[in-house]
């Protein structure tokens, strides 16, 4: 951004709603200038990208376009661009070579909105959600301008479409999405991770709605992971979906020794290996889980792959058990995440400072990828691939037109460039081997069928086709009727033709049909193919289903009992400590912190700050402000919980409970509690007093009180206060915790 | 509170849209607008706005800066600072 063009640029570019920066007419004189030397400006590829057009009148766009062409020199692409964002629209001949996605803005931008328009425009719209990679302004001005238009079933459906890349779209559609979403069958997913998960459950919504679905999302919060898979979801779960990642799962203490460390990473891969197992012998519902990414930064250099300290290899370790439970059990289904991610790179996928801040182990971009795989496996979970797959000839089985260029003409072979077009057939005969039909529709002399066995380079042979309509008749009336012969819906149906036009026909008159964009490009097509999600099969062949049922009928019940562990054993297994402190000088901004920060377990939310904290613990005989710290098996979670009290004498009053949401759901409150009544207690103190005040994200602690043996005093409103008396009440406590001082 | 005129007055006009985008906050902005004024501002939406900042300015914001934005005059000063 050096160029001289930024002090034009800023001085051109007007804020919405406000007055230009400098006089129309100086803008104007500008503008003339700039549209003057436009020719010399678009040969040396400098300056007119800067403009922002929205100021410029039609009349004098069409001055500058009409001076490119006296000059010969076409519209380029990064001129057309901001043009189209601007709001303007070209005539057809500068238009021509632009791609789909600004050629669609154009025609948008010159719409009045009548319907015979939204007729006209519709197909190559919804054709533009198959596209990838459109970049996000483009995608982001189409969407407003359909909105403008009050298209909103299209501004809605395509700002879905690519939602994963540029989520921003779907914001702009505000409500219409909700009530979109409403009218949509409900999934109800249990969300749980190795970290924060919040990220992920906002990007699911859209991610299951493009699939058809409204993803009612409960979060087992953070680090929940191995907790909700040895404890089950209930009946109000359709699926558990568990988002692992690397920081989260396989942090590495390396204070340990080195064969220590390579002894906890073993256990820890055993562990989710046994919450796997024990998942697929207790659950009724479908569990998707991703399997960790390539890491960026290794641990062992050159080595990672290879030796026991290596991050690389502890995750190979990791996913390889993740595949074998996946394998062994028709219940769960395993995301490849570098499959997911595979458009990002490694340094793309984790952004370290949000992993710092609050745990997240996804970038957003990578987060929205992953939450697009999770729907996916679902869709292919529920409904499997696509039974049928209808393929046309000219252009796409083999290069060439059959009628034009006869047998001997058409271009499919092991030589370039019909070694693409034969790998496309190769790819059709493997989805054949992996159960789908294929079938050929093409518009041709009937006798184009015999081309697979006249020309020496067709792997496809007339035989592979279950069924084929070769004739001049519509494709759709074509498919409908072989599709009724087979027996299957049209919705099973998966077809590919190099026409924008046989695409945009089969859309039209069969709109159950998936009829994806393909590349124009037959070098992309093979690998596009394989990426095509709609193809990908749940699992492969009888065979592999029945060898997974003997497996599984080879295990005894007692086996399995013995092998599954529970969740009370799991966090025992945890060896978790909890190391008590009084807040002092180094630790008191950190008390400071979690009453600032922590919303979700928290008693009071009574937001304390240092000199506050500071007050109530300066007398020993008027208050306290304990802290605990988490240790487990597997490493140190730091300062995580903490509670400000004020004593009168033999009376004492929490005024603050809170706990970081990285140790919940592991008894670490109560063994808390038990040691802050224990305290009180040594100082005198007879009878403890608590409240719980409602806010709408506390609600997980509501009974907390009562579950810590404290009894209600009040509770006619929200708000309840509670009270222990010290001797009289079993002492709360947690045998699943062990309890120290700091030294 | 220090309120502009008009959003013209925001150094970066942008960041009204980001508002927009990320807290769906239609409302004005001030140089001490804060989270207390804008109810989506918490911890979550604040990862969304500092990914909307360092992709609408093409900056990278480090932890500390991270850290530092609780107000729409912090955005600016340290847009400024990264010579946005």
Not at chain 1, 35 to 60: Q, T, Y
Not at chain 1, 373 to 381: K, N
Request: net charge negative; charged share 25%; proline share 6%.
């Amino acid at each position: 951004m050096s160029s001289p063009s930024l002090d034009i640029s800023r001085s051109l570019s007007k804020p919405r709603g406000s007055s230009a920066p400098v006089p129309d007419d100086k803008i104007g004189e500008i503008v003339d200038a700039v549209i003057d030397a436009a020719p010399e400006c678009v040969r040396k590829r400098v300056f007119l990208p800067a403009i922002d057009w929205a100021l410029v009148p039609p009349h004098k766009v069409r001055l500058l376009l009409s001076s490119l062409d006296q000059a010969r020199l076409a519209l380029p692409r990064w001129l057309a661009k901001p043009l189209l964002l601007a709001g303007h629209t070209l005539p057809d001949g500068p238009g021509d070579a632009l791609p789909s996605a600004l050629k669609a803005l154009s025609r948008l931008n010159g719409a009045a909105g009548e319907p015979s328009e939204r007729e006209a425009l519709s197909p190559s719209l919804e054709s533009l959600g198959y596209v990838s990679g459109i970049e996000s302004d483009i995608v982001v001005a189409l969407v407003r301008r359909l909105l403008a238009l009050s298209w909103d079933d299209e501004a809605l459906r395509f700002a879905l479409a690519h939602a994963h890349a540029v989520p921003q779209a779907l914001r702009l559609i505000g409500g219409a999405f909700e009530r979109y979403l409403a009218g949509l069958p409900s999934v109800r997913l249990r969300l749980s991770g190795s970290a924060t998960t919040a990220m992920l459950a906002d990007a699911l919504a859209p991610a299951f709605a493009v699939e058809g679905w409204r993803a009612d999302i409960s979060e087992g919060g953070f680090g929940s992971a191995l907790g909700d898979l040895l404890s089950p979801p209930d009946d109000g779960v359709d699926a558990l979906v568990v988002l692992l990642d690397s920081e989260g799962l396989a942090p590495t203490d390396w204070r340990h020794p080195e064969p220590e460390v390579a002894r906890l990473a073993a256990e820890r891969a055993d562990m989710l290996a046994e919450a796997l197992e024990t998942f697929s012998s207790r659950a009724n519902v479908p569990l998707l889980i991703n399997t960790l990414p390539v890491p960026s930064a290794p641990t062992a250099g050159l080595l990672d792959r290879q030796h026991g300290m290596g991050l690389r290899r502890a995750i190979d370790v990791l996913n390889q058990r993740i595949l074998e439970a996946a394998d062994r059990s028709g219940r769960i289904i395993a995301v490849d995440a570098d499959q997911a991610l595979s458009t990002l790179a490694p340094h793309e996928q984790l952004d370290p400072k949000l992993w710092y801040y609050g745990r997240i182990g996804y970038s957003p971009e990578a987060t929205q990828r992953l939450a697009r795989a999770f729907s996916e496996a679902w869709r292919i979970a529920r409904r499997g691939p696509v039974k049928v797959l209808a393929v046309d000839f000219d252009n796409t089985l083999w290069g060439g037109i059959y009628g034009d260029d006869g047998v001997d003409g058409l271009a499919c072979g092991e030589d370039f460039p019909g070694n693409a077009f034969q790998a496309l057939q190769q790819e059709c005969l493997r989805l054949k081997a992996q159960g789908i039909l294929l079938v050929g529709l093409s518009k041709n002399e009937a006798r184009a069928i015999e081309v697979f066995e006249q020309h020496p380079g067709m792997v496809l042979k007339a035989d592979d086709f279950a069924a084929h309509a070769v004739n001049w008749q519509p494709k759709a009336e074509n498919i409908k009727r072989i599709a009724a012969d087979l027996d299957l819906g049209l919705d099973s149906v998966l077809f590919l033709d190099d026409s924008p036009h046989e695409r945009e026909a089969m859309r039209r008159l069969a709109p159950e049909v998936v009829v994806p964009e393909m590349p124009e490009d037959p070098a992309d097509r093979p690998r596009w193919l394989r990426r095509l999600s709609a193809t990908w099969p749940v699992r492969l062949t009888g065979e592999d289903a029945s060898r997974s049922a003997v497996y599984a009928a080879r295990r005894s019940a007692q086996e399995l009992r013995a092998r599954a562990a529970s969740f009370e054993d799991y966090l025992s297994s945890l060896e978790q400590r909890l190391v008590l402190s009084f807040v002092n000088a180094r630790t008191l901004a950190r008390a400071a912190q979690m009453h600032q920060r922590t919303n979700q377990f928290n008693l009071t939310t009574l937001r304390l700050g240092e000199p506050e904290i500071s007050a109530l613990a300066e007398d020993p005989t008027r208050g306290l402000v304990l802290l605990g710290k988490v240790t487990d098996r597997f490493g140190d979670h730091g300062l995580v919980i903490a509670s400000a009290v004020e004593i009168y004498g033999a009376e004492a009053t929490i005024r603050t409970l809170l706990m970081s949401c990285r140790v919940i759901g592991r008894d670490v409150e109560r063994a808390f509690m038990g040691a802050l009544v224990a305290e009180l207690a040594s100082r005198g103190v007879a009878r403890v007093r608590g409240a719980y005040v409602p806010t709408p994200k506390n609600g997980m602690v509501r009974d907390f009180y009562a579950s810590c043996g404290f009894s209600q005093e009040t509770g006619e409103s929200a708000e309840t206060t509670w009270t222990f008396a010290i001797g009289e009440a079993p002492p709360p406590g947690s045998a699943q915790v062990g309890t120290s001082w700091e030294t | 509170m220090d309120t502009y005129a008009s959003e013209t007055e925001l150094a970066y006009p942008e960041i009204c849209e980001i508002f927009a985008d990320v807290f769906q906050h239609a409302g004005p902005l001030a140089r001490g607008t804060s989270p207390d004024d804008v109810p989506r501002w918490d911890s979550l939406q604040h990862i969304a706005l500092i990914r909307a900042l360092e992709t609408t300015f093409r900056v990278r914001l480090s932890m500390d800066e991270m850290m530092e934005i609780r107000s729409v005059g912090d955005i600016e000063r340290i847009l400024a600072r990264h010579g946005v």
